[in-house]
């Protein structure tokens, strides 16, 4: 019974709030909340955009998700076949799909994009299918991918809003939130040892960040999706053709967390018992969070109809689901307040 429960659910915004933080020189950002995908700023945040290598979160996305990161890819001519950033993968050389993520990731390598592309799906033209249709289940309503790596091609584009929702989706795999905050790794081509740095400077200097990508093209200008952690609240920052990216990102998260609240959430539950002098007993429960709007938290209780006596002070007898605004933001036990006893007839 107290074991984490698992519930899901799907909340879009479909509105934009005013924009409040100090002027910004992106030409579309967003901030929302990782977990409810509140809105917190916005700024031309539908606007259809190039994003540049940020689209390497949803190749490296579709790799954690394959169930192939440990196998051996060969490289290929085509697999190179690619201008711009690069790891410096060659023809013939032998590497793993996770080496792989972690170049497109670190070193936003094209051709390790390619490459994971070409591995998984035969051709990158496959795989561009298969990221739309992996957009389409995020809910990225206003993006099209053509290539893996983010070059321009076609009608390549996303919007800042769009590439936050897919950011939030990728930060719940363990496996691509493990990569995307290391400042450095070392991967191995041909059994030879390579050290890769990230080229996010954010996770040097900005409070709480744990990733997530950068880009650049000429088109796209420079582009960032960064994701920042502060007492228990994940916000994902978006910034699209924004020269001073380093410094908006910070500036929008502090104004942004700033409107973060503490709320103490706490109440008592009667529960059913038998076996006991009495027919119920009292449970509790408890937690701490931060919430912009306190007004918007209910709780959802689960226990069992009724419990047998003898219990424990302290034993869990159920479970508190906190919501948010109808999204599941947190949960924990239901304790028993005190000691139950069993009851012997005749004593």
């Given at each position: ?5 698992s ?5 879009l ?9 100090a ?9 929302i909340?990782?977990?409810?995908h509140?809105i917190?700023?916005?700024k031309?945040?539908e ?9 390497k979160?949803m ?5 954690c998700?394959?169930?192939r ?5 060969t490289?290929?001519?085509?697999m190179?076949?690619?201008i ?12 793993t799909?996770?080496?792989?993520t972690?170049g497109m ?7 390790a994009?390619?490459?994971a ?6 051709s990158v033209?496959?795989?561009a299918?298969?990221m739309?249709e ?7 309503n206003?993006t099209l991918?053509v290539?893996?790596?983010?070059l321009?091609?076609?009608e390549h584009?996303?919007?800042a ?7 939030a ?7 691509f ?6 400042t450095?790794?070392?991967i ?8 890769l740095y990230?080229?996010n400077k954010l996770l040097y200097y900005?409070?709480?960040?744990i990733?997530?990508?950068?880009g650049y093209?000429?088109?796209a ?8 952690v502060?007492?228990?609240v ?12 380093w410094e ?5 998260y502090?104004?942004c967390?700033?409107?973060?609240e503490k709320?103490?959430i706490?109440?008592?539950?009667e529960?059913?018992?038998?076996g006991a ?5 009292e449970?509790?429960?408890t ?12 709780v959802?209780i689960?226990?069992?109809?009724f419990y ?14 906190i919501m948010?605004?109808g999204?599941q ?9 005190g000691?139950?006893?069993?009851y012997e007839p005749?004593q």
């Open positions: 019974m107290c074991k984490i429960l519930f899901v659910f799907a909340v915004f479909s509105f934009e709030i005013t924009a409040f933080a002027d910004n020189s992106a030409l579309s950002a967003v901030v909340d990782a977990c409810t509140e917190l700023y916005a031309n945040s606007s259809e955009l190039s994003m540049a290598s940020t689209t979160i190749t490296a996305l579709l790799a998700e394959s169930g990161l440990d196998e051996t890819v490289i290929t001519a085509e190179t076949d690619v711009g950033s690069a790891v410096g993968l060659a023809p013939g050389d032998e590497i799909l996770y080496d792989i972690v990731l670190l070193a936003s390598g094209n051709d994009a390619n490459s592309a070409i591995f998984l799906c035969g033209e496959s795989f299918e298969l739309n992996r957009a389409a289940e995020i809910g990225m206003n991918f290539t893996p790596s983010g321009d091609e076609g584009h996303s919007t809003y769009d590439m936050a929702l897919l950011a989706q990728a930060l719940q795999n363990e496996t939130a493990q990569i995307c905050k290391m450095s790794a070392e191995t081509i041909n059994s030879e040892k390579l050290t990230n080229h900005a409070d709480g960040c990733g997530i990508k950068t093209t000429d088109k200008g420079r582009c960032l999706v960064s994701a920042a502060r007492n228990g994940t916000l994902i920052c978006v910034t699209l053709n924004d020269p001073n990216d908006d990102h910070v500036s929008l502090d104004e967390f700033a409107k973060y709320a103490q706490s109440a008592a539950v529960i059913n018992v038998v002098v009495c027919d119920s007993f449970g509790e429960y937690s701490e969070l931060y919430v912009t709007d306190e007004s918007k938290i209910s959802q689960y226990h069992f109809p047998y006596a003898p219990l424990q002070q302290g034993e869990c007898v159920g479970v508190a689901v948010y605004n999204v933001i947190a949960q924990t036990d239901i304790v028993s307040k000691e139950v006893e069993y005749g």
